[in-house]
Structures are given as C-alpha cells and as structure tokens.
C-alpha cells in the first residue's frame, strides 16, 4: 500500500479462534462482544459490519484437493475462486452449504457471506498420531496464497459480496 500498489477499499481483520470442537466457543465470543460493543445487541446481524469471512480449517493435510465450503453464500465466490485459483492451479472442489461445523458458521448466522477453506479428515483427527510431519507444507503453503489472493481481491474490490440465506440441511 506504501508503493501505491494496493488500493484498499475495507480492512482486513486476521483472527484465530479457539474452542471450535466445544461449540465455536472463540468465534461465538468475538461475534457476540462485536455485536454488543457496536449495535449494543450481543445477537444482532453483523452485515455492513463485515463483508465476508474466509476461514481456513485444516488444510495441512492435503490429499486430492482443496474443498471450498459455504460457496453457496454469496454469487460472487464462484467467479472468484476461478479468477483467484488460475494462477496456482490447485485442484478444488466446492460445496454450496455454509451450515458447517466451524468458526466460519458463526458468521454466516449473522448475515455474513462465508468462504471455508478445508482439506478433508483424516484417520489422525484428534489424536496424538497427529503430527507435524504429516503435513503437506507446499500444499498448505499454495492454500494460503489463494486465500490471500481472494482477501486481496475483497479488499480492493468496489463491491461486496452478496450474501444469500440458506435453509440448514436437514439431517
């Protein structure tokens, strides 16, 4: 942004949340105290407050691909996971539904376009076979540059992604 190579339209806020396995306790907390200081409502809707949420839940562990939840919460994310994805080409599937079990639900609740970055379970999930040597760090690594390319994209973009409703699955 100093070079003038970045013209920002919104802020980027970075956050890592804790307690997702006991019930999105992290993203919960920062929602309602958001929601408390600012609308004076620790449940009110957060759209205008933010304009979308990427999360990126367990990408270490790639396999086959990249799986993008929650695409169905707004129009715009198909068009750019496309224009975001061609310059790293890493192979991706995309599910519409923003219901998950991760912080990024949280958002999509309160009015909020989602975009979930996630690599799949695996046999280690929770235990302590769990370690670093498993991870694919190149993977993880072209992972997170497209979901900065995607954050570059919603901070430089005149418009703001939509956000569309969606009846939760029923199981």
């Given amino acids: 942004k100093k070079q003038g190579k970045l ?24 929602v309602e105290d958001f929601a408390r200081m600012v ?3 620790p449940n009110a809707k957060l759209s205008g407050m933010f304009d979308a949420c ?18 169905g919460s707004s ?5 750019e996971i496309e224009k975001r994805n061609a310059p790293i080409g890493l192979p991706i599937s995309t599910q519409a539904d923003a219901h998950l079990a991760t912080d ?4 999509y609740l309160r ?6 970055a996630f690599t799949g379970a695996h046999e280690d ?8 040597d498993k991870i694919n760090y190149d993977k993880a690594a072209q992972i997170a540059k497209f979901m900065g390319h995607v954050a570059r994209s919603l901070a430089t973009s ?14």
């Fill in 75 to 79: 129009s715009v994310w198909k068009t």
């Fill in 104 to 107: 990024s639900t949280t958002f």
């Fill in 39 to 41: 609308k004076n409502d």
């Fill in 111 to 116: 009015g909020i376009p989602t975009l979930n």
């Fill in 7 to 30: 013209d920002l339209k919104r802020d980027i806020l970075f956050a890592a949340w804790s307690g997702e396995e006991l019930g999105l306790l992290g993203s919960n907390h920062f």
């Fill in 158 to 171: 005149l418009t703001v992604p939509d956000y569309i409703a969606m009846e939760a699955p029923k199981n």
């Fill in 125 to 132: 999930y929770h235990m302590p076979s769990d370690t670093a």
């Fill in 54 to 71: 990427l999360n990126m839940d367990m990408i270490g562990r790639f396999d086959k691909n990249l799986v993008l939840q929650g695409v």
